[in-house]
């Protein structure tokens, strides 16, 4: 079953834990059309801007399969809500400050990312169709303690400069598809260099 244009049900759904414990993983109708508008509200336009097929890493999760996993009993996820995922080649940081400048969501957490490694982590999204709408509430958690904001100083800087050679150089973005965190760590020093003057 198709939820958007690039995007399927069993992409939502599948979990290697619920396969293996034997639960199941079944959303309601409601839980659905949550995971239909999340896709064509945060995955598509994803999809769209970055020209990159990618699979998200976990969706949908059913109260049984969220509590296998230790999930919050409170996890978007458990509503069709939530979408874990990483754009290949595009660095979760890039990702998600664009998401952060250019969609409307209701949280969006850049998760167990580290400055150093471009391929650290993977980025956290949630979009609800409730009356209290979207938040657009953005964090970073490291694994121990969830902080406001995404990036921080010269490497946020550097990403951003970054983000605008990929539109205006297309020799720069193969340069960084074809070596990322080699490439984008001498970005990060020359642009951050640049940036304080
Ligand atoms: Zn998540």
């Not at 960084?176 to 001498?186: M, Y």
Request: charged share 25%; proline share 4%.
């Amino acid at each position: 079953m198709r939820l958007s244009t690039h995007f399927r049900l069993h992409e939502m759904t599948r979990s290697q834990t619920a396969t293996r414990m034997g639960l199941s993983n079944i959303p309601s109708d409601k839980e659905v059309d949550n995971l239909k508008a999340l896709c064509k509200n945060v995955l598509e336009p994803v999809r769209v801007r970055y020209r990159v097929a990618f699979s998200p890493s976990s969706g949908y999760r059913s109260p049984a399969l969220n509590d296998a996993i230790g999930g919050s009993s409170k996890s978007q996820h458990t509503k069709g809500e939530a979408v874990d995922f990483e754009v290949p080649h595009v660095s979760n940081l890039q990702v998600a400050r664009w998401i952060e400048s250019n969609l409307l969501f209701d949280q969006l957490i850049l998760e167990h990312y580290v400055d150093t490694d471009p391929n650290s982590g993977w980025i956290h999204v949630s979009y609800t169709g409730t009356l209290s709408g979207n938040r657009r509430d953005v964090l970073r958690f490291d694994g121990v303690e969830y902080r406001h904001g995404i990036g921080d100083g010269e490497t946020e800087a550097a990403f951003q400069a970054l983000e605008t050679m990929n539109f205006k150089m297309p020799g720069v973005t193969k340069r960084v598809t074809d070596r990322k965190g080699f490439v984008l760590r001498n970005f990060t020093r020359d642009f951050a260099s640049l940036w304080s003057k």
